[in-house]
């Protein structure tokens, strides 16, 4: 039984008697008039209660598309843009996934709940400590989340079916490059200006890379050894 103060189907704060299933079913009818079309993402996006990721003062906005601030100068990001990374990932049930800037721990409960293990680093301690704590409250057994420079990786747990990136950064790291899986995919924002990126998709053919260069995207700044160098 879980020990939570809040039951995941409990109404978001400031919401009055609406309840966040029906909510979350309407999301996942306005995600699919945008185009997502996998059954597991479109699952997965109606079954995790998104209003316990976002700070309780914003959870009456929890379901809307739009991304919405979790602090530390951070975003969720809007859920048109989870379902369209998890659907572009092409993942598969069983797979094991890293995701680098975890966040909330939000697309890494998606990813799990679509049948993936998780490996999701998160640079910041406040942000790691608290999607932690929420996930495992939660009891999403199979995401493993990990405080650290996510621009190396995570190499001992190496090498992974399929690498997520929710930061845009100026280069692709090579690190995920060379711990991506034969015949993997790695999703990233990437471009030379901040918050102003291109998705791009790597997939991992006997040891070469091809890359797709698919649509403009905005997201908080990688930061780390090979991403954008923190502000001092």
């Not at 490996?119 to 406040?126: D, Q, S, V, Y």
């Not at 790691?128 to 747990?157: C, E, K, V, W």
Request: neutral net charge.
């Amino acid at each position: 039984m879980r020990n939570s103060r809040q039951s995941p189907n409990s109404p978001p704060s400031g919401s009055g008697h609406v309840d966040p299933v029906r909510l979350r079913q309407r999301m996942v009818r306005k995600l699919e008039a945008q185009g997502i079309s996998n059954p597991l993402v479109l699952a997965a996006m109606g079954a995790v209660p998104r209003h316990l990721f976002v700070q309780e003062a914003m959870r009456s906005q929890a379901y809307e598309d739009a991304p919405l601030p979790i602090g530390y100068g951070q975003t969720i990001s809007q859920p048109y843009t989870v379902a369209l990374m998890c659907e572009l990932l092409e993942v598969l049930p069983g797979m094991r996934v890293l995701e680098v800037g975890a966040g909330s721990g939000y697309q890494a409960a998606v990813l799990a709940t679509m049948g993936c293990t998780v490996f999701a680093i998160e640079r910041l301690r406040e942000l790691y400590q608290s999607a932690n704590a929420l996930l495992r409250q939660l009891n999403f057994h199979d995401i493993h989340m990990i405080r650290g420079d996510g621009t190396l990786g995570l190499p001992d747990a190496a090498p992974f079916e399929r690498i997520v990136v929710s930061a845009g950064g100026p280069v692709i790291p090579y690190p995920l490059t060379e711990q991506l899986d034969e015949g993997g995919v790695l999703l990233i924002p990437v471009g030379a200006q901040q918050r102003t990126q291109r998705l791009a998709r790597l997939r991992k053919n006997r040891g070469l890379i091809a890359r797709e260069d698919l649509e403009p995207a905005k997201f908080v700044d990688l930061i780390g050894d090979h991403g954008w160098q923190p502000q001092t």
